[in-house]
C-alpha cells in the first residue's frame, strides 16, 4: 500500500497528514512450469561445470553453497515459470470443478439445516 505524506509549519504548530493511495493488493504467484522444463539443457549446464576445481578447498557448507548457485541458476534457465494469480493462487491444485460444486452444494445444506430450511435427515444425506 502507498501512503502519501505532507508535512507544514504553521506559525509552531505542525500538520500531518496521511493520505490513502492504494488499498487493494493483487498477489501473483509463481511457480515452475515442469511441463514445459528442457531437462535436456538442464542437464548439459549442470554437465558443464568443472566440479572439480569449482567446489577445490572449500567447506561443506561452502560447497553446498556453490552447488545450490550452479543449480538455481540451471533452473532458471531450463524450467519456465507459470504465473497464477486470482482464485487460482488461492485454490489447490487438486481442488476441481466438481469437488468445488459437491462443498458449495454441502455448505448450502449446512446453511439449510442452520436455518430450519433442511431437515437433519437431508442434511446427513447430502454430506
Known sequence: MKVK????????????RILR????I??????????????GLFKDLLGRVLWDKALEETSAQ???L???VHLLQAEEWSI???KKSGENARRTAWMNKELLAKLK???EAYRGGK?????????????
Not at 21 to 24: A, D, F, L, R
Not at 26 to 39: H, S
Open 5 to 16: 505524506c505532507s508535512l507544514s509549519w504553521i506559525a509552531d504548530k505542525m500538520e500531518f
Open 62 to 64: 561452502g560447497s553446498w
Open 115 to 127: 436455518q430450519g430450511w433442511v431437515n437433519r435427515e437431508e442434511y446427513i444425506k447430502t454430506v
Open 66 to 68: 556453490i552447488f545450490k
Open 80 to 82: 519456465p515459470m507459470n
Open 26 to 39: 493483487k498477489r501473483k504467484i509463481t511457480t515452475l512450469d515442469f511441463r514445459r522444463a528442457d531437462f
Open 105 to 107: 452444494h454441502r455448505k
Open 21 to 24: 493511495v492504494g488499498t487493494k
